[in-house]
């Protein structure tokens, strides 16, 4: 079998183009000297069979921020037989002296432009055989959004492996030395080849900057693009919602009542009380989930994100952190994993320990469920949209405070310089793909922990044998009377104690663990649910739910990617203060105003 | 000629040729990435709201920066071209 690097810089499509390519079969796995996981998958070029690994996105082969050591280490451990190098066709000026370090490793190598229409659209026009001669390398143009090009460039890519026959790891080594005089190379290439029209056209790109940049209208249009994909996750999701709500209702009436009815009632409690009416509940929320990470995938495939960053730079630059931390605060709202795996992209370690402090604190989907459950049950209709609002200000506010706290511990000068991609439509299969790979890993990490998660809250909940369910008898209602000293002066019940515990694992679990802990389930539940706390105790639930310790991993992520105990145990033990803290206040000053 | 200033001194839509590119070794190779070179064309687009990052676009590359680190970069400004 052969094997293919991927390589480009960002924002050159080059993952669109890996998915086009191998259809999302992709698997993710370790590499010898490499410390985090890349993608590869097996496809079919001509006569050969190609694992095709996609490398993270570079500027610099010599260069030294993470993503740039991840791509050296790989080449230098790794037996490779051609490199695929994905150019963005519109910025070959800066981009070709990429393409001549790649040659200078002395691998075989096929360079592709990407993006050929957007360089059109440019005015700029590309004499193909020309560049090919002039770098010694074969050269293919190709759109990966829209797939054209794409048999070509396999076909290439075939010619290459059938003719030519990839170095030793040693030569690699060798090759991967610094080399400064390419600047020059490119200049001749550029002349010789490319040609730029006198006069850049005035791009759409341009036209929706200065509306979407305005210095006082940006802002304000930021947040209430923001609202509307918060406010369309509920107008899509909700109906969802319901849907499934009865379909688990009706499968359980229908098929796994009289099926399980000759059990013991124990078995048959765990069974259909336990792991039944937990994972239904839970489901019931995957809908939610689905359109949110779709929609997210729309905007972050549109180009509007490192606007995102640039109208948010002035805010961040105060809390210590930068604009990119800002998007990646907003990648937490979807799930607080891939927004810290995210921050890979700053060099400068403090800065990235800081952002990975605030990252835990975004309101993450999973928090969302059980938001959205408390809100509807304890506030009526009308007022239950601006409680959700006021949580996602309140995310905000735990962010800054944590960043104003640990700014001078974890102080940066990393510089701020990132590139503003021109504004692309997203395509229905871009986003298809990316929602998808999200939601895929969602639900599998989230059903295990829910399977198993919920198994464990009805045991507790449920033996000894013989006690009330999530009574005071019980093994939770032990230990839920062993937290209270702690947990009643922030208005937190001995039921909801045992859901936080639950809540440390995954937030997922935490209605799950509504659902056995009142063994019921939907309306039933939330009319019980409501009767036991008034606004101010549910609020105070909810904020502590917020801030303290996001999920199991997340704990995990943290400890991955900073590569360190004690700043992991910084990130899980500072959040719990911090809610405790806040809910404390918040409960006992509205208990004291009369509330 | 006019003289040399720091890039962060710009007004949007001016253009400037770039003189040199200072810094430390870690910011002159990223900006050299993304195109910053002597010689080149630079047009200060915009600047962000509340002494926030600079929008500058060089040949088809856009990016944003901040002051800070604009103003390692000494340019020559150019007559204004009508945007």
């Known amino acids: ?595 | 000629m006019p003289d040399r200033k720091p890039l962060s001194r710009l007004h949007p839509g001016e253009d400037a040729v770039i003189a040199a590119v200072e810094g430390s070794e870690g910011l002159r190779q990223r900006l050299a990435a993304l195109g910053f070179r002597a010689g080149r064309v630079v047009r200060l687009l915009r600047r962000g709201a509340f002494s926030g990052p600079l929008h500058v676009r060089l040949g088809t590359t856009e990016v944003a920066l901040r002051a800070a680190e604009a103003s390692r970069v000494s340019v020559k400004p150019m007559a204004a071209q009508p945007a």
Not at chain 1, 118 to 143: F, M, N, Q
Not at chain 1, 374 to 394: D, M, N
Not at chain 1, 421 to 437: D, E, H, I, K, N
Not at chain 1, 530 to 558: E, H, K, N, R, W
Request: net charge neutral; charged share 15%; proline share 5%.
């Open chain 1, 1 to 595: 079998m052969k094997r293919v690097a991927l390589v480009g810089m960002p924002n050159t499509g080059k993952s669109t183009l890996f998915n086009r390519i191998t259809g999302a079969h992709a698997r993710v796995g370790n590499w010898p000297g490499v410390t985090v996981d890349l993608a590869s998958a097996k496809v079919l070029v001509g006569r050969h069979m190609v694992e095709l690994v996609d490398l993270p996105g570079l500027y610099d082969l010599h260069g030294f921020s993470d993503d740039e050591l991840v791509v050296r280490h790989f080449l230098e451990n790794t037996r490779i037989d051609a490199i695929v190098l994905v150019l963005n066709a519109s910025q070959l000026d800066r981009q070709l002296a990429l393409a001549l370090q790649v040659r200078a490793l002395g691998v075989p190598a096929l360079v592709l432009l990407n993006m050929a229409d957007e360089a059109k659209r440019y005015g700029i026009e590309i004499d193909l055989a020309s560049l090919s001669k002039g770098l010694g390398l074969p050269v293919a143009s190709v759109s990966a959004r829209y797939g054209t090009g794409q048999p070509e460039a396999l076909h290439a890519l075939a010619r290459l492996l059938d003719t030519e026959k990839g170095p030793g790891e040693a030569a690699l080594r060798d090759a991967l030395a610094p080399d400064h005089q390419r600047e020059a190379e490119v200049e001749r290439l550029m002349r010789s080849a490319v040609v730029v029209s006198e006069r850049l056209s005035e791009l759409a790109s341009g036209r929706v900057d200065r509306v979407a940049l305005h210095p006082w209208l940006g802002l304000p249009l930021f947040f209430l693009a923001m609202l509307a994909v918060f406010q369309a996750v509920f107008w899509i999701g909700a109906p969802l919602q319901d849907a499934v709500e009865a379909l688990f209702d009706a499968v359980r009436k229908a098929a796994l009542e009289p099926a399980l009815a000759g059990l013991p009632a124990l078995a048959r409690g765990l069974l259909l009380d336990g792991i039944w009416a937990g994972i239904g509940t839970v489901a019931a929320f995957v809908p939610l989930i689905v359109v949110f990470f779709f929609l997210l995938a729309a905007v972050e495939d549109s180009g509007y994100l490192s606007r995102a960053a640039f109208l948010t730079d002035a805010l961040m630059a105060r809390l210590g952190l930068d604009g990119r931390a800002f998007v990646m605060l907003l990648m937490g709202f979807g799930c607080n994993v891939p927004a810290l795996m995210g921050t890979r992209v700053m060099r400068d370690r403090p800065m990235r320990l800081l952002s990975m402090l605030t990252i835990p604190m975004s309101l993450c989907s999973a928090r969302l469920q059980v938001f959205v459950f408390v809100a509807a049950a304890v506030f009526p209709p009308a007022r239950a949209p601006w409680v959700l609002f006021g949580l996602y200000l309140a995310s905000f506010a735990a962010v800054v405070a944590t960043a104003l706290a640990f700014r001078r511990r974890f102080a940066s000068h990393e510089p701020f310089v990132i590139e503003l991609p021109p504004y692309r439509m997203p395509t229905a299969r871009q986003v298809w793909m990316r929602g998808w790979l999200e939601v895929k890993h969602f639900l599998r990490r989230a059903t295990t922990f829910i399977f198993l998660g919920v198994i464990a809250v009805w045991m507790l909940t449920h033996l000894p044998a013989g006690a009330a369910p999530a009574g005071p008898d019980s093994y939770a209602g032990w230990i839920g009377a062993a937290l209270q000293p702690a947990l009643a002066p922030i208005g937190i019940d001995e039921k909801l104690a045992v859901a936080l515990i639950f809540g440390f694992v995954a937030k997922e679990v935490v209605i799950g663990a509504f659902a056995v802990i009142f063994g019921l389930e939907g309306d039933a539940l939330a009319a019980q649910f409501a009767q036991g706390m008034d606004g101010v105790s549910a609020t105070s639930f909810m904020l502590f739910t917020l801030i303290y310790t996001p999920c199991l991993s997340t704990v995990a992520t943290l400890r991955a990617e900073s590569k360190s105990a004690g700043f992991t145990a910084l990130a899980v033990c500072w959040p719990i203060a911090l809610a405790w803290g806040t809910s404390f206040l918040f409960y006992q000053g509205m208990r004291a105003l009369g509330f």
